[in-house]
């Protein structure tokens, strides 16, 4: 037998196993124990994938060129680190060229930068909990690049709007070559081809077909609306918060960040936050992050090693979990005289799990999910050389912060926060946001 050449990318192999959330009884109540089984009534295939490793031919990209002008109603969905590096111009221009809406994920290197952002829309984690609005705003098209986005409302209106079996609307998934990042199994076409050659190519096919002239003219002006009213709401609610409230922390770093620099967001509820209450910004920045399956290892390092290889302002919005699975990066940043800006986010435990099921478990929701640890951070930092500050007052936070930015040094500004009350506030805040785009008759 005639051993197979190994083709780029050649490596170990990482099986997802998609286990039905929320990883509880089955038999509970907030299960409803449904499994996708069957397979589509017409006989057809659930995913067609082109077949070449480098791309559709001409005639393929004429095909789908002609599906997307065709098409009144689209999104594009915009995954982590699609954009970065300058490639985020030609999906904007296919954007704009077929009056679509993008829905950027905050690591995509779409949302945030210098690019034209007309048709970015970053609202969308907050007006798609609206089941009104998810119902009366089905998209006919699909189009996604890359990896899945962080947004659990967007996942679940992408899955939503394209689950008829029997009459599945095209859901376009445009990812680099041999992969396939589709755990939600929506795609209907899987295009093996990099996003920026895809976007100019399809872009000017578009566009010598003449101008997307079946585009509802409306449809991009209703994204626009809904995401700028909820983002009103958001900013007033952030502004006129004292307390130190987790969901403003980003909020507040991406006014401090200095032009050029660099967010890290750390996974959980840093990263959601960041996609909940951070707008899009015209800000030279670059977000980035680390996702998958052990997404908190190694998030202290892989910040220090960023900053270090770019040598720009870089802060690093992490949770204490993750600081502490990463607790050894800090004698990297001593032994090298490493300069990163930590904001820590201390809640005593996994404060993601406070919005999930698992929270009405009672007692054993702190011992096997919240998993508190009752240390103290301080002298860790310190032991290392770094600067420690606790911000108890947005002021301080301030100052804090932008002292660090100031410094080529370690410096670790930790916000201690309530785990409890940073859930019910988060669900007040959205909540008001919700109301006032009812009130505003979009949803």
């Known amino acids: 037998m005639t051993k197979p050449e190994a083709a780029p990318p050649a490596g170990p192999v990482h099986l997802n196993l998609p286990f039905r959330e929320p990883l509880l009884d089955p038999d509970a109540a907030w299960s409803d124990g449904r499994v ?19 791309g559709p031919t001409p005639a393929g990209f004429e095909a789908i060129a002609e599906r997307l002008r065709s098409t009144r109603r689209g999104v594009m969905v915009c995954g982590p680190r699609i954009g970065v590096g300058g490639h985020a111009t030609p999906l904007v221009r296919l954007a704009r060229t077929l009056g679509w809406p993008i829905l950027a994920d905050p690591l995509s290197g779409v949302r945030h930068g210098c690019h034209d952002r007309s048709s970015v829309v970053d609202g969308y984690d907050v007006f798609l909990r609206s089941q009104e609005f998810c119902a009366r705003h089905r998209p006919d098209v699909v189009l996604r690049f890359g990896g899945l986005p962080t947004s659990k409302p967007l996942q679940r209106y992408l899955q939503g709007s394209l689950s008829d079996a029997a009459r599945p609307k095209p859901h376009i998934l445009v990812a680099s070559p041999r992969t396939w990042p589709d755990p939600l199994f929506a795609a209907t076409d899987v295009v093996h081809a990099e996003a920026d050659a895809f976007s100019d190519a399809v872009a000017d096919l578009a566009s010598s077909g003449g101008a997307a002239g079946s585009t509802d003219d409306g449809w991009l002006r209703l994204w626009r609306r809904s995401s700028a009213i909820v983002r009103a709401a958001l900013d007033t609610s952030l502004d006129a918060d004292t307390a130190m409230f987790e969901g403003r922390v980003p909020f507040e770093v991406m006014k401090l960040l200095p032009e050029g620099g660099i967010l890290f967001a750390g996974n959980s509820m840093p990263v959601r936050d960041l996609d909940t209450f951070a707008g899009s910004s015209g800000k030279d920045i670059e977000v980035i992050g680390n996702r998958g399956a052990s997404g908190i290892d190694g998030v202290l390092s892989t910040a220090l090693g960023a900053a270090t ?10 949770g204490d979990l993750s600081f502490l699975h990463d607790l050894g990066g800090l004698q990297i940043a001593a032994r090298h005289g490493l300069s990163l800006v930590v904001v820590l986010i201390n809640n005593d435990g996994g404060g993601i799990f ?29 032991m290392c050389g770094g600067r420690f500050a606790r911000a108890k007052t947005w002021a301080e936070f301030t100052r804090h912060v932008g002292q660090g930015f100031g410094e080529a040094r370690l410096t ?32």
């Open 36 to 54: 996708a089984t069957g397979s589509r009534s017409d006989g057809r295939a659930w995913s067609v994938v082109a077949p070449t490793s480098t």
């Open 309 to 318: 290889v770019e040598r720009r302002a870089t802060a690093l919005l992490v």
């Open 354 to 382: 406070s919005f999930l099921p698992q929270s009405r478990l009672g007692p054993a929701f702190e011992s096997y999910f919240a998993t508190p640890h009752g240390l103290d951070l301080e002298p860790a930092v310190r």
């Open 412 to 443: 670790v500004v930790e916000v201690v926060t309530d785990r409890t009350r940073n859930y019910e506030r988060h669900e007040e805040i959205v909540g008001v946001a919700l109301r006032r785009l009812r009130a505003e008759a979009v949803a």
